[in-house]
Every structure is written in C-alpha cells, then in structure tokens.
C-alpha cells in the first residue's frame, strides 16, 4: 500500500476502526473478572483483613501496566502496533486459570502481574491504532468508543462475575468467561487486526505540529498542557484503584448483599463506558481544558459525598456521577495528548502518560490502603476526594485552549438555545 492511497478518517477506515472497538471490549473485559469478587476473595478464601494487603494486587497491576505502557509506546512504531496487541494476548491466556485454581495470594499476585501486561500492550495498541485511523478532526471520537467499548465491558463483566459469584461461589465459575474472552481477543488480534504504519506516515506529511524536544520530561511535567493532562490522569486513576478494592469492602461493611455490591461496582464503569460515547465526541467541539476541569471537579464532589450517602439508591447515583466525571475526562486524556504532540512522538508520548496515569492505581492502593487501615475507609475516602478536587484546580491555573473551541458551560448554553 502506498501512503498516497491510504485515508485518513473514521468513515474511510470504518471496518478497521470498528474491529478495534470490539477488541478493546475483549481487553476490558479482561479487567472487570476482577472488579467485583477479587477482594472478597482475599477476605473470604486467604483471610487477609489488611486492606493495604488486600490491595495489593492493584498495586502489583498498576505498576506493571505503567511501566508496560511507556515501553508498548516506545516500541510501537520499531516493533509494529499489530505485534504489541498479538504479544499482549499471549501474555493474557493463563490469567482466568490462575484466578480459578491459584492456591495462594502469591498466585493472585503473579496473574495481576500478567494482567498489568495484558492491559498495558492490549489497550495501548488499540487506542493508538485508532488514533492512527481518523487523523486530527475525530480524535476525541476515536478514543471515546475506544474507552467506551473498554469501559462497558468492564460493567458488563464485573456485572456478570458478582450475579455468578452471588448464586454459585467466589471460584471458579464467574472466571469461566475470562477463557473466551482472552482466546476471542488473541484470534481477533492475530487474523483480522491490520497493522497502522502507512496511516502513521500518511499523518506525519501533513501535520505541522512541532516536535517535541523531550517526549518524556515534557509529557511528564514541563509542556502546560502534557504536564496538565499527566497529573491529572495520575489522580483519576488513584481514585479508580480506591473504587476497585475499596469499594466493595466499603459496601459489604454496610451490610450490603454480593448482587447488591456487583451492581453498584457496575454502574460506575458502565456510566464511564456509556458516556463517553458522547463525551469523546464533546471533546472535539469543546474546549479540552473545560472538559477537564469540570470532569475532575464531578469526581472529587461525587466521592466527598459517597461518605455521606446510607441507601443504596443513593450510592448508585453517586457512582453514576462518578462515572460521568471520569467519561469526561478519559477520552479527553488522550485527545489531548494527541492535539499536542506531532506523530513521530504521539505513540511515546502516550506511552509516557499512560506511565503516569497507570502509576496511579498503585499510589491509589499504597496511600488509601494505609490510611483505611490507619483511619477508617470515610477517611480515605475524603482524602482522595480533595486530591481531585486539586487536580481541577490544576487544570484550570495551568491549561490553555489550542483551538478556538468554547468552554464546556458556553458550549451547554448554545445547545440547549439551538434545540429550542
């Protein structure tokens, strides 16, 4: 294929682009195996009290996915984004085997090991792929339904697991699903992914974004918006580590069934899934600093008040609320990483934040886990809301617009006047 032939778009690319999404349902999926029973399991079966022991596991994930992540972005263009997903597949085979039979917590630790792996070549590679596909003007749409199609399979599987772990046990069966899921998304990968170079080097002709002069300590910290966007996604992840381990334990010390755990655990990802249908979307019309700032302010504000809240209505809606400040931010992430950076230094440079980001989940398990244990889980909870509130407020010092595009608020405005 020549580059002169290849298109950029989403419509020009569209049977490509939506095979991507499918596999990226398969990479969440991988995920939400553990969303709802993994800490009941280490509370019920190895009669670990300790939650910073218990969280554990997301740590181990957390840290492995990062620093899997910056490498899937380093070699994403030397090695081939096809090869990255198909080796990422591999890794993910033994991983519900070792869930259903794993005698010890040690074992439960090696399969999140091989989870953080899975995730950080799997999920890096379908995201970049579709950035690849659309070029400038739909990225947020790509990385919305590529986050979308992760995200409500994470629902739909923790979902799954809790209904299964509530009528049948804890193991083996609610991992069953995880065979099919890690051999449907190797066979996908393997005979009907398509590689994205010549789309890479179709965008690098006419992009006139300027190269950075250090991908990693710019995408880190010195570029304001990079930096922005970095720290940002260290705090949503810090605070989606704390959802996954602490929550369901929050929720069962009030005295709230299996069922009851598996549905509340699961609007929150299905919200974050679903909304980001619109919100990836939003992103390319809406001023990405506006999106940020109030996704992050949501999720502070949601999280402070789930201390308050008793009734299980109460804590649905509060995880919905969530799950809405985190589809706001998400896709927007990445968009923004994109919009920022030039496409000889996109795929590292979303490397580099997905480090950062990932990393979160293993600072969200070390700090909430010792503050539960020292204080109470309200405490840690109250901590981590306040440091989302503060991400915002970074965002909003530090950010500016590239584009022209309007605030969230004005944007809001214009709508609702337009469908009057």
Request: glycine residues 10%.
């Amino acid at each position: 294929m020549n580059v002169e032939d290849v298109k950029l778009g989403l419509k020009e690319n569209r049977n490509q682009f939506v095979l991507l999404v499918i596999v990226n349902g398969f990479v969440g999926g991988m995920v939400g195996l553990e969303r709802s029973v993994l800490p009941q399991i280490a509370e019920a079966e190895f009669h670990i009290a300790a939650k910073t022991a218990i969280l554990s596991f997301i740590m181990v994930f957390g840290i492995v996915k990062a620093i899997t992540n910056y490498f899937a972005g380093t070699f994403a263009g030397k090695l081939g984004r096809k090869n990255l997903l198909i080796a990422g597949w591999l890794v993910g085979i033994p991983i519900p085997f070792i869930l259903m039979f794993a005698q010890s917590w040690n074992l439960i630790i090696a399969a999140n090991i091989l989870l953080g792996i899975n995730q950080g070549l799997t999920w890096s590679s379908t995201v970049i792929m579709k950035i690849d596909l659309v070029g400038e003007k739909d990225r947020g749409l790509a990385t919305g339904l590529n986050e979308f199609a992760g995200y409500i399979a994470v629902a739909i599987v923790a979902f799954v697991t809790g209904m299964v772990a509530a009528g049948y046990g804890l193991r083996p069966y609610p991992f069953y699903i995880g065979i099919v899921i890690s051999v449907a998304g190797l066979l996908f990968s393997w005979f009907l992914v398509k590689d994205t170079r010549h789309h890479v080097a179709k965008d690098i002709s006419s992009n006139k974004t300027p190269r950075l002069k250090n991908v990693f300590w710019e995408t880190t910290l010195l570029n304001k918006n990079l930096g922005s966007v970095t720290q940002a996604g260290i705090i949503n992840n810090l605070n989606d580590g704390m959802v996954w381990g602490l929550f369901p334990m929050f929720l069962a010390e009030k005295h709230f069934s299996l069922s009851d755990i598996g549905i509340v655990t699961a609007v929150y990802p299905a919200v974050w899934g679903i909304g980001q249908l619109f919100t990836g979307k939003m992103s390319d019309h809406v001023c990405k600093k506006s999106m940020l700032f109030w996704g992050m302010f949501l999720q502070g504000i949601a999280l402070l008040l789930f201390v308050l809240a008793s009734t299980f209505s109460e804590y649905i809606i509060l995880a919905a609320i969530l799950g809405w400040g985190t589809a706001m931010v998400y896709p927007t992430f990445l968009a923004t990483v994109a919009e920022n950076t030039n496409p000889h230094d996109r795929a590292k440079s979303v490397g580099v934040f997905r480090l950062w980001r990932d990393l979160g989940y293993a600072v969200g398990a070390i700090l909430t886990g010792i503050i539960a244990d020292s204080l109470g889980m309200d405490a840690s909870v109250i901590v981590v809301g306040i440091l989302t509130i503060a991400s915002s407020l970074v965002i909003e010092k530090r950010m500016h617009c590239r584009t022209h595009a309007p605030k969230l608020t004005d944007w809001i405005f214009r709508w609702a006047k337009v469908k009057r």
